[in-house]
């Protein structure tokens, strides 16, 4: 039976915490970004095209299992929480109809239209 690798606790809450602020999916938010960096929707399965940041990399970051992440992962991770938290906070007045608000949220994976 294979062991499964020990992770530190912390990384498990950041872990828990990424995912629950990080909303959609790795191919709903590549969508997104392809879509924000080129304005087209018309492109290959390629990974390699210039996404827009910090997008590209809670993408990289989404695609990952848990005991492969790097010390620049969890970085991103808690830069991805720390901007979505900040994002959700500072609600504008017209909510989720601000769409410049909501498109922020979405570069970096989130959505507010999800439901929780």
């Known amino acids: 039976m294979a062991r499964e690798a020990r992770l530190d606790p912390e990384v498990e809450v950041l872990w828990e915490d990424f995912h ?16 924000r960096g080129s304005g087209e929707e018309s492109f290959g399965p390629d990974p390699a095209l210039d996404l827009p940041e910090p997008g590209r990399q809670i993408l990289a970051v989404l695609r990952k299992r848990k005991v492969d ?12 929480i720390d ?12 909510g989720n109809s601000d769409d410049e608000w909501r498109h922020s949220l979405l570069d970096l994976g989130h959505d ?3 439901e929780r």
């Not at 909303?23 to 997104?32: A, K």
């Not at 992440?69 to 991805?80: F, G």
């Not at 901007?83 to 017209?94: D, N, S």
């Open 83 to 94: 901007r979505i938290r900040a994002l959700t906070a500072a609600r504008p007045k017209g």
């Open 69 to 80: 992440l790097t010390p620049e992962d969890i970085e991103v991770m808690r830069d991805a």
């Open 20 to 35: 629950a602020e990080v909303n959609v999916t790795s191919e709903q938010l590549r969508s997104w970004l392809l879509t």
């Open 112 to 114: 507010v239209l999800v």
